[in-house]
C-alpha cells in the first residue's frame, strides 16, 4: 500500500491492527485530514496494514488537503475522507462541501471529542457520512470505515447522544406514511443506538444480508441515503 506523509510526525507506539477483510472487501484510498500528530500516527499505522486499503494521504489542515486534491485532481482520489470536525483554520464542518466539490463520490467521516451538538448536527446535515469518537479504539475505526464502505454510517453511541437530544421534539411528518415494517423499526432503533451491522445482526439473530436489505427498505422508505440522515428524519417524525 502506497502511503504518503503530508506533514511531519511524532513517534508514537500503537498496536498494529490484524484484522481479515471479507474477501470481496472492495479496495478503496484513504484522506486522513488531523491536525494532532500523535492521533494521525496512530491512526496511520491502523490503517498500513490493512490490504484493502491501496493508498493513504494525511494531511495536518483542511487547506493543504484542498490544494492538493486541486493539483494533483487526476492523480488520487480518495474514496474515503477521514475528517476531524475541529481543525484550525478551516473546520471540518466547513470543508464537508469542498471536499465533495473536488470528489462527488466520496464518503466523509468525521473524527470528533466535541460534545457540541450544532457541530455534530451541521456536519450530518451537510453530507457527512458518520461519526466516530477519536476515543473510538482503532478496531471500531476500520470497522466503520468498512461499514461505511457498505453504505451504512458509523454513528458513535456517545456522538448518537448529542445528535438525537438536538433534533428530538422537533415537529415532523406523519409517521405512518413511511409504512416501515415491525423488523425495520428494531433495526432503525439498532441504528440509532451506533450499532454496526454485523451488531444488530448479532442482537437479532439475523445475517448481515438480512440487515443490510432491512437498511436499503429503511432508507427508500424515508427517502434518505444513509443512517445519519434516516436516523435525523425518524425523530423528527416522531417514528424513533
Same mark, same amino acid.
Given at each position: 500500500?502506497?502511503?504518503?506523509?503530508?506533514?511531519?510526525?511524532?513517534?508514537?507506539?500503537?498496536?498494529?491492527?490484524?484484522?481479515?477483510?471479507?474477501?470481496?472487501?472492495?479496495?478503496?484510498?484513504?484522506?486522513?485530514?488531523?491536525?494532532?500528530?500523535?492521533?494521525?500516527?496512530?491512526?496511520?499505522?491502523?490503517?498500513?496494514?490493512?490490504?484493502?486499503?491501496?493508498?493513504?494521504?494525511?494531511?495536518?489542515?483542511?487547506?493543504?488537503?484542498?490544494?492538493?486534491?486541486?493539483?494533483?485532481?487526476?492523480?488520487?482520489?480518495?474514496? +474515503? @475522507?477521514? !475528517?476531524?470536525? $475541529?481543525?484550525?483554520?478551516?473546520?471540518? %464542518? &466547513? =470543508? #464537508?462541501?469542498?471536499?465533495?466539490?473536488?470528489?462527488?463520490?466520496?464518503? +466523509? @467521516?468525521? !473524527?470528533?471529542? $466535541?460534545?457540541?451538538?450544532?457541530?455534530? %448536527? &451541521? =456536519? #450530518?446535515?451537510?453530507?457527512?457520512?458518520?461519526?466516530?469518537?477519536?476515543?473510538?479504539?482503532?478496531?471500531?475505526?476500520?470497522?466503520?470505515?468498512?461499514?461505511?464502505? &457498505?453504505?451504512?454510517?458509523?454513528?458513535?453511541?456517545?456522538?448518537?447522544?448529542?445528535?438525537?437530544?438536538?433534533?428530538?421534539?422537533?415537529?415532523?411528518?406523519?409517521?405512518?406514511?413511511?409504512?416501515?415494517?415491525?423488523?425495520?423499526?428494531?433495526?432503525?432503533?439498532?441504528?440509532?443506538?451506533?450499532?454496526?451491522?454485523?451488531?444488530?445482526?448479532?442482537?437479532?439473530?439475523?445475517?448481515?444480508?438480512?440487515?443490510?436489505?432491512?437498511?436499503?427498505?429503511?432508507?427508500?422508505?424515508?427517502?434518505?441515503?444513509?443512517?445519519?440522515?434516516?436516523?435525523?428524519?425518524?425523530?423528527?417524525?416522531?417514528?424513533?
Amino acid at each position: 500500500m502506497h502511503h504518503t506523509e503530508h506533514a511531519h510526525l511524532e513517534p508514537l507506539d500503537a498496536a498494529k491492527l490484524n484484522l481479515t477483510p471479507p474477501s470481496d472487501m472492495k479496495k478503496t484510498t484513504i484522506m486522513l485530514v488531523e491536525d494532532n500528530p500523535d492521533y494521525r500516527e496512530a491512526v496511520s499505522l491502523a490503517l498500513e496494514d490493512e490490504a484493502w486499503i491501496e493508498d493513504v494521504r494525511i494531511f495536518g489542515a483542511a487547506e493543504v488537503a484542498l490544494r492538493a486534491l486541486q493539483v494533483n485532481d487526476n492523480e488520487f482520489s480518495p474514496g +474515503i @475522507i477521514l !475528517l476531524d470536525i $475541529s481543525l484550525p483554520g478551516l473546520s471540518g %464542518v &466547513e =470543508a #464537508i462541501q469542498a471536499f465533495q466539490t473536488h470528489c462527488p463520490a466520496v464518503k +466523509i @467521516i468525521m !473524527l470528533t471529542q $466535541s460534545d457540541r451538538e450544532a457541530d455534530v %448536527v &451541521e =456536519a #450530518i446535515r451537510r453530507g457527512a457520512a458518520g461519526y466516530l469518537l477519536k476515543s473510538s479504539s482503532m478496531d471500531q475505526l476500520i470497522e466503520g470505515i468498512q461499514s461505511v464502505m &457498505e453504505g451504512g454510517a458509523p454513528l458513535d453511541p456517545g456522538v448518537t447522544r448529542h445528535v438525537m437530544h438536538a433534533i428530538s421534539g422537533k415537529a415532523g411528518e406523519d409517521a405512518d406514511e413511511f409504512h416501515l415494517a415491525k423488523r425495520e423499526l428494531e433495526v432503525l432503533r439498532l441504528l440509532s443506538q451506533g450499532m454496526l451491522k454485523k451488531q444488530i445482526a448479532n442482537e437479532l439473530k439475523i445475517s448481515e444480508n438480512t440487515v443490510r436489505a432491512h437498511t436499503k427498505q429503511i432508507y427508500r422508505k424515508l427517502g434518505v441515503n444513509n443512517s445519519p440522515a434516516a436516523i435525523d428524519k425518524a425523530h423528527r417524525a416522531g417514528i424513533l
